[in-house]
Structures are given as C-alpha cells and as structure tokens.
C-alpha cells in the first residue's frame, strides 16, 4: 500500500484517505490531533490519531505538524522527540481508527 507525501515529514497511507475525507466533510474545523494511548491500554503499535473540533484541543497542549490538504494535523506536545520525526497516519480496520505511526 503507497504512502501518499504531506510535506517532508508527515505520510498518510492510502488506506486512510476515504477516513480523512469524511472527516473533513463531517466535523467543521476538523483537525487530527496525535495523542498518546489511554491509561490502562496495552499492546498497542502506534499513537491515537483522533479527529477533534479546533475549538475542543487545548491551548498551547498540541503543535503542528502538517496538513493533509486543508486538514491540520496536530501532535500532542512533548510526545515526540525533539528532533525531526516522521509520521505516517493509516487506518486500523480492525478498531475503525486512525493511528499514526512514528518513524
């Protein structure tokens, strides 16, 4: 399955483009926020990728990282290295979520 580019550090996997769109089509002022699994989650691979109203995310708690068209991708801060990170963002079929893997 292709990865499709987002600027130099941010990926999705084709799988997720049909999630995104309906996404963006669905919940004005949509963003994709990363965050980190939930207390008490275990066996997990990859971070929650979780669609959210702007209006809803935390001042000063997220950073951007991109945009998949006219869609913010955000990242919960001091979840990543500080160093350049890649992401890929692809969707678990399994849960119906996205999830957003670090490379």
Not at 78 to 82: D, F, M, R, S
Not at 90 to 103: E, I, Q
């Given at each position: 399955?292709?990865?499709?580019?987002?600027?130099?550090?941010?990926?999705?996997?084709?799988?997720?483009?049909v999630?995104?769109?309906?996404i963006?089509?669905?919940?004005?002022?949509?963003?994709?926020?990363?965050?980190?699994h939930?207390?008490?989650?275990?066996?997990?691979?990859g971070?929650?990728?979780?669609?959210?109203?702007?209006?809803?995310?935390?001042?000063?708690?997220?950073?951007?990282?991109?945009?998949?068209?006219?869609?913010?991708?955000?990242?919960?801060a001091?979840?990543?290295?500080?160093e350049?990170?890649?992401?890929?963002l692809?969707?678990?079929?399994?849960?119906?979520?996205?999830?957003?893997?670090?490379?």
């Open positions: 399955m292709a990865d499709l580019e987002f600027g130099e550090h941010l990926k999705v996997k084709e799988n997720a483009m999630a995104i769109s309906q963006r089509d669905q919940l004005e002022d949509a963003v994709i926020a990363i965050v980190d939930p207390p008490g989650s275990c066996c997990q691979i971070l929650h990728a979780v669609p959210v109203s702007r209006s809803e995310l935390p001042e000063g708690r997220f950073n951007k990282i991109g945009m998949i068209e006219e869609l913010e991708v955000t990242v919960e001091g979840l990543l290295p500080t350049p990170t890649d992401i890929t692809g969707f678990d079929r399994d849960s119906g979520t996205l999830v957003a893997y670090v490379n």
